[in-house]
């Protein structure tokens, strides 16, 4: 039964974070699960050849945007040992990724705070992330956007207001997006944890229904038809 959070949610305008592309008939959906057997560790080891297989898979859907990954059990973790060893490996994706070239514009969905930055800079991170507060039928949220572009995100302090639709940031180039093809991480959490700048994006498959409540579906906002 969804909470009167998440109906609130569900009524509130679509809200792109990327303003191009969802939903047009130039995006994708992408999996990056073990059913794409694209998905081999010669691909996946280096982040061109990483890169030229997410294009491959745009290119073969005719786009140039892919979208996808919300509660997606991946294989693509196992290129980082940041995502842990084989026995209790963190798969599970916790939010939507926006397959996009580096440098295009990330927006604030809704009108937001800035409520923390940090640069994750360890391999297959987010490297340059940004955190927004936001207040919805008097519930406090938070939104992470992650693997941006560092020269907009040095720019950014913590405090800073932020109008629905305003641009705030960029998508990043590898490496020092994390090192990965150029997206945007976007996830919604109803508790930070105590944590700043940071946020778990990938669980473990075993604890989905917990991260699942604690993380709800980045589509209620975005509204992309590929995702529903």
């Not at 669980?203 to 992309?224: E, F, G, I, T, Y």
């Amino acid at each position: 039964m969804p909470t009167p959070f998440l109906r609130a949610l569900a009524l509130v305008p679509a809200a792109p974070v990327v303003p191009m592309l969802l939903g047009a008939p130039s995006a994708a959906r992408l999996d990056f699960t073990a059913a794409n057997t694209l998905l081999t560790p010669e691909a996946l080891r280096d982040t061109p050849a990483f890169d030229a297989l997410v294009q491959q898979l745009l290119a073969a859907q005719h786009a140039v945007t892919g979208l996808g990954g919300y509660l997606e059990n991946r294989v693509i973790y196992r290129r980082s040992a940041h995502f842990g060893a084989a026995e209790g490996a963190r798969s599970l994706h916790l939010g939507v990724d926006v397959w996009v070239p580096a440098g295009t514009p990330v927006a604030a969905p809704l009108p937001a705070t800035i409520h923390s930055l940090a640069d994750n800079n360890n391999f297959g991170d987010y490297g340059p992330t940004v955190i927004l507060q936001h207040e919805l039928a008097g519930t406090v949220f938070y939104s992470l956007y992650g693997h941006l572009g560092r020269a907009e995100w040095q720019h950014l302090r913590p405090g800073q207001a932020l109008a629905a639709g305003e641009t705030f940031a960029t998508v990043g180039p590898y490496p020092e997006n994390g090192d990965w093809p150029p997206h945007l991480h976007f996830q919604l959490m109803l508790n930070l944890q105590g944590r700043q700048g940071d946020f778990p994006g990938v669980a473990r498959p075993d604890q989905r229904d917990h991260w699942a409540v604690l993380c709800p579906d980045p589509n209620l906002l975005l509204r992309s038809p590929l995702l529903m």
